[in-house]
């Protein structure tokens, strides 16, 4: 059984188009997080959700909005996307911090602007 | 702010050597979380290992084990037996406990086993 999934695994789109990713966990955790994986690999953190409560947003353009319906999904839109935005997307949930904290990773989404 | 600092961008090691990756970090915390994710080619992050700073005992987990400097910051992973499959991207992650769950990521070691 998949923990964290994401859906779609590659996205290629034209420049200016909107679309979205949808991230689900069947881990019971209560937060679930965006990251971007730029071209040089390097990770950093976008979105933070608990229990579908935005915990943080780390100065991502507003073309970026994550929408939690439940806490078991965290997917993420974007506007108007722009050739800077082609990366990698990787979801990840998590639970409590004192129980052995861990982050568990979705396989990410390949998103390609052209 | 936290920094996290791999300052190695590839190694290489032959099949059953032993590897050591090395990992520095930067934060005034006494109290933070340490961890080591593998992502392969298939672009998956599994996470390896993870340390508390408040355990003196290095973490271990199969062939992978820990050598945690709290006083130098330094958190260097060692995969003893390398194995083919070992071969991935290995980032160095930190965590501050309470407030934001950010993790904190190194840009990585691109690690080759060869055969």
């Known amino acids: 059984d998949t923990a964290v999934s994401q859906t779609p695994k590659y996205l290629v789109t034209q420049m200016g188009n909107d679309k979205s990713i949808k991230c689900e966990q069947n881990?019971?955790?209560?937060?679930m997080y965006w990251y971007k994986q730029d071209s040089k690999k390097f990770l950093k953190i976008m979105f933070s959700?608990?229990?579908?409560?935005?915990?943080i947003n780390e100065t991502v353009p507003n073309r970026f909005s994550p929408k939690s319906p439940d806490k078991a999904h965290l997917n993420l839109h974007i506007n108007s996307l722009e050739l800077g935005d082609s990366a990698v997307y990787f979801c990840?949930?998590?639970?409590?911090?004192?129980?052995?904290?861990?982050?568990?990773f979705g396989p990410g989404t390949r998103l390609t602007v052209l | 702010a936290q920094t996290v600092t791999q300052s190695q961008p590839e190694m290489s090691v032959q099949e059953a050597e032993t590897v050591t990756l090395s990992c520095t970090y930067d934060?005034?915390?006494?109290?933070?979380?340490l961890f080591w994710y593998k992502q392969p080619p298939s672009r998956q992050m599994i996470l390896v290992i993870r340390?508390?700073?408040?355990?003196?005992q290095n973490a271990t987990e199969n062939r992978f084990s820990v050598n945690f400097q709290k006083a130098a910051k330094s958190f260097s992973l060692k995969i003893s037996d390398s194995q083919l499959g070992d071969t991935a991207m290995y980032f160095c992650?930190?965590?501050?406990?309470?407030?934001?769950?950010?993790?904190?990521f190194g840009k990585g070691m691109k690690l080759t086993v060869n055969p």
């Open positions: 959700y608990n229990n579908k409560e935005l915990i």
């Open positions: 990840a949930s998590s639970q409590e911090l004192l129980a052995g904290f861990a982050k568990f």
């Open positions: 992650a930190f965590m501050r406990p309470g407030g934001s769950e950010k993790l904190v």
């Open positions: 340390q508390e700073a408040y355990k003196q």
């Open positions: 881990l019971g955790h209560d937060t």
């Open positions: 934060t005034s915390e006494n109290n933070y979380y």
